[in-house]
C-alpha cells in the first residue's frame, strides 16, 4: 500500500512538473505524463508476477544475471554506438526503450551477494579468500559504472554492497582495511579535476553560503517558496526555467514547493514506513539467503530515497539519482518495483514457514531450513 500511495503521488507530481516542458516542446501537456504512466503500470505488472515466483528463484539465475549484466556494461564503454548524454555513456538505447544498465547492474550484484556470501559462509567462513572473492566481484560491476562516468551509482553500489558483507559476518578488520587503502584513491579521484572537482567545491562553498550552485540554489528557492502548506498542486513556479530536471533527479523540490513542509515530511515518513516494513520481513525470514537479500532490496530504496532527499536540500553534493517511485523514468522504477514483488514473496514464504505449511503452491516453494 505504501508503493501504492508513493506511485500515485508520482503520477500526479510528475503531471505537475512536466507539463510546462511538455507543451512547450512538443505541443503536449500530457507528453511526459502519459509515458510515465505506462511506465507505472508496467511496473506495477512487474511486481505482482515477481511476488508469484519463490524468491530461490531469482538467486539461483543470479550468476548468470550478473555475468549478463557486466557484458552489457563492458559493451556501454566499448560500443562507439552507444551515445553520451551530458558527458557520460550511462543509457543504452533499444529504439523502444531507453535504460540505464548500472540499475539492473545493482539488483544483480545485490541478488548474487545473497547467494555467494550464504555459500561462502558454510565453505570460507570469515575467511580472507571470502573477502578478496566478494571484493574482486564487486569491482567488477562497480569499474565500469566509475568509468562511465557516474560516480553516484557507484559509491552507492559498493556501499549498499559492502555492508551486505558486513551484515553477513564479514570480518570488521577487513573492511576497515579495505577503506583505509581506498581512501587515497578516492581523495585522488575527487581532486583530479573535471565535474566531480567542480561539484565538490560548490558544495563546500555552498555550507559557507558563497557560490551556490544554480541547481542547487534553485532547488532550495523552491522549498522556501513552499513554507508550511505550500503553493498548492500545480502552482509552483520553479519548473519554469528555474530548476533543471523538474520531474526527474529534483522532483522532490516541486514536491517541496507546491505541497511545502507538510508534504515533503510526509513523503519522508512513507519511505521511513517502508524501510521498517522491509526490514520487519527481513528479521522474520528464517534463512540466511532471503534475510541478505531482503536487507539489500530495503536498503537499496532507502538509500536512494535519503541520498536524492540530501542532494535536493544540499545536504550532500549534487549527483544524479533518482527518488525511488516518484522521479520520471523506467529503468529505476522496474528495478524497485521487482524489488518490491521479492520482498512480498520473502514475506509469504516466511509466513508459511511460520505456520507450517509444507511449501507454497502457487510458487512451488520447499520447506525453508534454519540457518543457524
Not at 327 to 338: E, I, P
Request: charged share 10%.
Amino acid at each position: 500500500m505504501i508503493v501504492v500511495v508513493l506511485c500515485v503521488i508520482s503520477v500526479v507530481l510528475v503531471y505537475s512538473a512536466s507539463s510546462f516542458k511538455a507543451q512547450e516542446t512538443y505541443g503536449d501537456s500530457n507528453f511526459f505524463l502519459k509515458k510515465h504512466f505506462y511506465k507505472v503500470l508496467i511496473g506495477f505488472v512487474i511486481m505482482l508476477v515477481v511476488a508469484q515466483v519463490n524468491y530461490r528463484f531469482w538467486l539461483s539465475i543470479s550468476p548468470a544475471f550478473l555475468a549478463l549484466s557486466l557484458l552489457v556494461l563492458i559493451f556501454m564503454l566499448l560500443s562507439p554506438g552507444v551515445s553520451e548524454i551530458r558527458g557520460s555513456k550511462r543509457w543504452l538505447n533499444l529504439g523502444f526503450i531507453n535504460f540505464q544498465p548500472s540499475e539492473f547492474a545493482r539488483l544483480a550484484l545485490l541478488l548474487f551477494l545473497s547467494l555467494s556470501l550464504y555459500a561462502a559462509k558454510l565453505v570460507w567462513p570469515r575467511s580472507i579468500k571470502s573477502f578478496l572473492f566478494h571484493l574482486l566481484i564487486i569491482g567488477a560491476i562497480v569499474i565500469p559504472v566509475l568509468l562511465q562516468p557516474d560516480w553516484g551509482s557507484a559509491i552507492l553500489t559498493a556501499t549498499l554492497a559492502l555492508t551486505l558483507m558486513f551484515l553477513a559476518g564479514e570480518r570488521v578488520r577487513h573492511l576497515l582495511l579495505l577503506g583505509a587503502l581506498a581512501a587515497p584513491f578516492f581523495v585522488f579521484f575527487l581532486a583530479s579535476g573535471g565535474y566531480r572537482t567542480a561539484r565538490i567545491k560548490n558544495f563546500i562553498s555552498a555550507l559557507n553560503g558563497e557560490n551556490v550552485a544554480w541547481q542547487a540554489q534553485q532547488s532550495l528557492i523552491a522549498f522556501g517558496n513552499g513554507h508550511f502548506f505550500g503553493l498548492g498542486l500545480g502552482n509552483g513556479r520553479q519548473k519554469f526555467h528555474f530548476l533543471p530536471d523538474p520531474f526527474t533527479d529534483f522532483i522532490f523540490a516541486i514536491f517541496g514547493e507546491e505541497l511545502g513542509l507538510l508534504g515533503t515530511v510526509a513523503i519522508l515518513a512513507l519511505f521511513v514506513l517502508l524501510f521498517r516494513s522491509g526490514l520487519r520481513i527481513a528479521m522474520n525470514t528464517p534463512d540466511l539467503q532471503g534475510r541478505l537479500l531482503a536487507t539489500g532490496l530495503v536498503l537499496n530504496i532507502a538509500v536512494y530515497a535519503f541520498t536524492n532527499m540530501g542532494v535536493v536540500l544540499s545536504l550532500l553534493p549534487t549527483t544524479g539519482v533518482p527518488m525511488p517511485f516518484i522521479s520520471y523514468g523506467g529503468s529505476a522504477l522496474f528495478v524497485n518495483m521487482f524489488a518490491v514483488g521479492v520482498l512480498l514473496n520473502i514475506s509469504e514464504n516466511s509466513a508459511l514457514a511460520k505456520n507450517g505449511h509444507a511449501g507454497n503452491r502457487r510458487t512451488g516453494s520447499r520447506p525453508i531450513r534454519i540457518i543457524q
